[in-house]
């Protein structure tokens, strides 16, 4: 019924009712443990990487960062994708925006998904005021749905929600473009960390 190959802007998201919502966050949280269990053994039997820490340090996400840069791989869009792509662009054959023309892999779409999830329990462990929530927020009078509707975010009292797998496949898609490294998992999550304790301190 759902798939871990899932990118976080898929219209799939908004378009679920509430109770949809609800069925994805729980098999989310069902398989969470086991995808992480998949993604430390993944890390451990590359090469180099046998001795990567998985104890939800700061400091693991370096490492991990460095695995990450080396799964990220792209394929072009199909007909139909690139279709979808120029109505959200709004194309115009006489006035193109430039749009790049490939997406992730399935196979990076899951790894992020899962590097995510660790990512997100780290976040969790730090911030013990936030946990694992299905993200149902809609704005306005048209009740437009929040960017991450539809998909698992961790939120707290008087701190904006974050969702962990937006944060893994943005940096993905940094790598890809070659303006990120997988490093900067760290960084974000320091920033992270300040943000949420700051706005919860206030």
Known sequence: MFTLAYNVDSKV??????????????????????????????VRKTDGFADWQADYAPESLLRLGDWYEMQVKTRPYTPEEMEYMKRVM????????????W???????????????????????????????????VHGKNKKPSID????????????????????????????????????????FGNNVKLHENMRNK
């Not at 709004?90 to 023309?101: A, G, M, T």
């Not at 509707?149 to 937006?166: A, E, F, S, T």
Request: proline share 6%.
């Open 13 to 42: 998201h908004k378009a679920r009712e509430k109770k949809e919502v609800d069925a994805f966050f729980s098999w989310f949280m069902s398989i969470l443990p086991a995808c992480l269990d998949e993604v430390i053994a993944s």
């Open 90 to 101: 709004r194309f115009d054959e006489n006035r193109p925006i430039d749009f790049e023309h």
């Open 103 to 137: 997406t992730l892999t399935n196979e990076t779409l899951v790894t992020s998904v899962k590097v995510g999830m660790y990512f997100g329990e780290m976040l969790r462990r730090r911030l013990p005021f936030m946990e694992w929530k299905p993200c149902k927020l």
């Open 149 to 188: 509707y539809g998909q698992p975010v961790l939120d707290g009292p008087k701190v904006i929600q974050l969702n962990p797998v937006r944060i893994s496949q943005a940096v993905a898609f940094g790598i890809a473009r070659g303006s990120k490294r997988g490093r900067d998992l760290h960084e974000t």
